[in-house]
């Protein structure tokens, strides 16, 4: 009986386990999926670009500077000769810009299914400090424009089996960090945008995540982190004792995209080496 059950073993399951481990391999690919990253031209946009297009998707990047956008189109496309690599200029602080984005996409008829927003900035200060402009500026870019292009995009990628939007938030969204009131206030309200839209969109087949970084060695934090007392400051509040890298959270964000995160929505995911569980 032992023997007879041993030796059926691999004959009659084999095809099943095959079946079964391609699933799974399918589950940490995104062979045709076509992602939108917005801010894509540097930095985390950058890394989430090359990851995203590692994995096997499409590639459709959007940023402000027309001719460096080019450059890593061109720069991406022969890295990842398999898979499609187009790019669109757009300011997306500018609904007229978000509108023409979209444009793009009807036009070339791409079945969007990921989204990653990306875009943002800020203009750090007190308070007091800010002038109406400046503050709405920073609600513009960091959220209204992220809250439009989620319903933008919505019409395509509810026509996908696995959907998914990430948005890129911060931890100073979360807790005090010293990026001024302006930026943690967009930063939070964007992550209760993920919360809403992961509810509101579940019926519809999305996932809505977001991630939460801390410091990233990007362009955007050289000046910060050039101050040699600033820097220990900061690597005294984390617990891994570095900075993060853009790749980093570029491999946090092709997760949640993947068919293997099928299972997670409204989730906000710090990638902060630990700052969270000291505060700064």
């Not at 985390?44 to 027309?66: K, S, T």
């Not at 969007?112 to 870019?141: K, M």
């Not at 934090?221 to 980093?248: F, K, N």
């Amino acid at each position: 009986m032992g023997e007879a059950a041993t030796s059926g073993w691999p004959g009659r399951d084999a095809g099943s386990k095959l079946a079964g481990m391609n699933n799974r391999i399918d589950a940490w690919q995104l062979q045709g999926h076509t992602a939108l990253i917005t801010g894509a031209s540097k930095g985390i946009g950058y890394a989430v670009a090359r990851e995203l297009a590692g994995l096997g998707a499409n590639l459709l990047l959007v940023a402000r500077d027309d001719d460096h956008l080019e450059q890593v189109r061109v720069e991406l496309a022969d890295d990842f000769d398999h898979i499609e690599v187009l790019a669109f200029a757009a300011d997306l602080s500018m609904q007229e810009d978000r509108l023409a984005v979209f444009d793009w996409i009807a036009d070339l008829g791409a079945p969007l299914s990921l989204l990653v927003n990306n875009a943002g900035g800020n203009t750090p200060a007190a308070v007091l400090e800010y002038s109406e402009r400046d503050y709405r500026a920073i609600f513009e870019l960091n959220l209204f424009s992220a809250f439009e292009m989620c319903r933008l995009a919505h019409p395509q990628l509810v026509q996908h089996a696995n959907a998914a939007i990430v948005n890129v938030g911060s931890v100073s969204g979360i807790t005090h960090v010293r990026t001024g009131a302006a930026y943690g206030m967009s930063k939070a309200a964007l992550h209760q945008l993920t919360r809403n839209l992961a509810a509101e969109w579940a019926t519809d087949g999305i996932r809505v995540n977001a991630v939460a970084p801390w410091y990233i060695r990007t362009q955007r934090s050289e000046p910060a982190l050039a101050d040699d007392e600033y820097l220990d400051e900061v690597l005294d509040h984390t617990p891994l004792r570095r900075i993060g890298e853009p790749e980093e959270v570029a491999a946090a964000i092709a997760f949640l995209c993947l068919p293997a995160a099928s299972y997670i929505t409204g989730q906000v995911l710090a990638v902060d080496g630990g700052f969270l569980n000291y505060g700064f």
